[in-house]
């Protein structure tokens, strides 16, 4: 009796038979499914679509007309400017700092885009660049973003758990740069955010490994608790010298916890809409998978083995098994550990390789969201056995921002 991934590769095979490999697809009925599962997640406050994990102008539209959704978070400043004179959106927040001096003289010279857009700032460094770019006489008003560090330093600060991000850890540091802020001609501090990369980044189910899942069950827990504390302070201190629009936290990984937290007031979430595979390691709630590629085969060298042409989008991060797409359908198939996703052939493993012939395809999942759409120009939305749109990816319309 098929299964239900038995019965998702025909519906895939039927809609793209028409279309030849490589290509990428996204499953509309799980992509609609999984943002609706987002937003009741964060029980009642806004969802900032992380652009970074969807990297597709037509789904982040689409993402942002449900319900629940409101804004995005751009991963560059020059990526920003093109989305909101796109009209993609008229609000966002850019999630790390910028030195790039010809969008922050576009930024400057634009009133509706500085009042569209935020920039992120954890240091008066950052500040100085913007001045030296356009005077603070000269220019709009820059609406700009605090960023306070997320990570855990239990034992007095010997042990670091999260990423390093802000310099900004305590409340009284984030308290101090903000009336630096506020005492600055041409800025206007509007928001604080706080992203717990150590919660929203790191799956608390790690297949076959019970006792790392206990240890990162315990993580998160004690980790929360002691950022509920700190970011509570720090958004009292911040808030002695500004009038916050937002205080901006979480993501897919987190929003439970996050959306718990009175003082945050919208999360952001991206990865959840494509369901890449970093993301089947989380106990509470495990998006849909709804992205995915696929490869022709090419070779038969054996029983056991096809081989398909490239296959080598590996994900950023540590260099671990983690970061290699999955070859996903059919069922029963794996990746070479001597070989892996190679530049332009992959092996692949298992039973299932035996009924592959010279011109199907494998689909693949990729280990993270939006950096699928590097590799493509443009996605395939399926609904049910049919492909019924062809929309470019960043890549497509020519912006590559990283």
């Known amino acids: 009796m098929p299964t239900e991934r038995d019965t998702l590769r025909q519906r895939l095979d039927r809609a793209t038979a028409h279309l030849d490999p490589p290509f990428a697809v996204v499953d509309l009925?799980?992509?609609?499914?999984?943002?609706?599962?987002?937003?009741?997640?964060?029980?009642?406050?806004?969802?900032?679509?992380?652009?970074?994990?969807?990297?597709?102008?037509?789904?982040?539209?689409?993402?942002?007309?449900?319900?629940?959704?409101?804004?995005?978070?751009?991963?560059?400043?020059?990526?920003?400017?093109?989305?909101?004179?796109?009209?993609?959106?008229?609000?966002?927040?850019?999630?790390?700092?910028?030195?790039?001096?010809?969008?922050?003289?576009?930024?400057?010279?634009?009133?509706?885009?500085?009042?569209?857009?935020?920039v992120m700032v954890d240091s008066t460094d950052q500040l100085d660049l913007i001045d030296a770019v356009s005077a603070p006489d000269r220019r709009a008003e820059v609406r700009v973003c605090l960023e306070l560090d997320a990570s855990w330093r239990p034992f007095g600060g010997r042990l670091h758990v999260g990423v390093r991000r802000s310099p900004v850890h305590s409340a009284d540091a984030a308290g101090a740069l903000a009336a630096r802020i506020a005492g600055r001609r041409?800025?206007?501090?509007?928001?604080?955010?706080?992203?717990?990369?150590?919660?929203?980044?790191?799956?608390?189910?790690?297949?076959?490994?019970?006792?790392?899942?206990?240890?990162?069950?315990?993580?998160?827990?004690?980790?929360?608790?002691?950022?509920?504390?700190?970011?509570?302070?720090?958004?009292?201190?911040?808030?002695?010298?500004?009038?916050?629009?937002?205080?901006?936290?979480?993501?897919?990984?987190?929003?439970?916890?996050?959306?718990?937290?009175?003082?945050?007031?919208?999360?952001?979430?991206?990865?959840?809409?494509?369901?890449?595979?970093l993301f089947d390691a989380y106990r509470v709630w495990r998006p849909t998978p709804a992205a995915f590629f696929a490869l022709p085969v090419v070779r038969r060298p054996g029983p056991g083995v096809a081989t398909v042409l490239g296959g080598g989008w590996i994900a950023s991060g540590p260099a671990q098994s983690s970061r290699l797409p999955t070859p996903w359908l059919p069922v029963g198939l794996r990746l070479n550990g001597t070989e892996g996703a190679g530049e332009v052939q992959t092996p692949v493993l298992g039973a299932a390789a035996d009924a592959l012939r010279v011109g199907d395809r494998v689909w693949f999942r990729h280990a993270k969201a939006g950096e699928l759409c590097e590799h493509v120009n443009e996605v395939h939305l399926v609904e049910d056995d049919q492909v019924v749109a062809t929309v470019p990816t960043y890549r497509g319309e020519g912006h590559a921002f990283l």
């Not at 629940?68 to 796109?86: F, H, K, N, P």
């Open 29 to 118: 009925a799980a992509f609609t499914a999984n943002s609706t599962a987002l937003a009741a997640r964060a029980a009642g406050k806004p969802i900032r679509a992380a652009s970074k994990s969807v990297r597709c102008r037509d789904l982040l539209t689409r993402a942002l007309a449900q319900p629940g959704w409101q804004g995005v978070m751009a991963y560059t400043l020059d990526e920003a400017i093109w989305l909101v004179r796109s009209g993609v959106t008229r609000d966002v927040l850019v999630a790390y700092p910028t030195a790039d001096r010809a969008a922050l003289g576009e930024l400057a010279k634009d009133v509706e885009l500085a009042e569209a857009i935020s």
């Open 186 to 277: 041409g800025f206007r501090l509007v928001g604080l955010m706080a992203y717990e990369a150590q919660i929203a980044g790191l799956g608390d189910a790690p297949p076959r490994q019970a006792l790392r899942a206990v240890a990162i069950r315990t993580l998160h827990r004690r980790s929360y608790q002691e950022l509920l504390r700190r970011r509570s302070a720090a958004v009292a201190a911040v808030r002695a010298h500004a009038d916050l629009a937002y205080v901006n936290g979480g993501g897919t990984g987190s929003i439970e916890l996050t959306t718990a937290d009175p003082a945050v007031s919208e999360v952001t979430a991206g990865s959840g809409l494509y369901g890449p595979t």
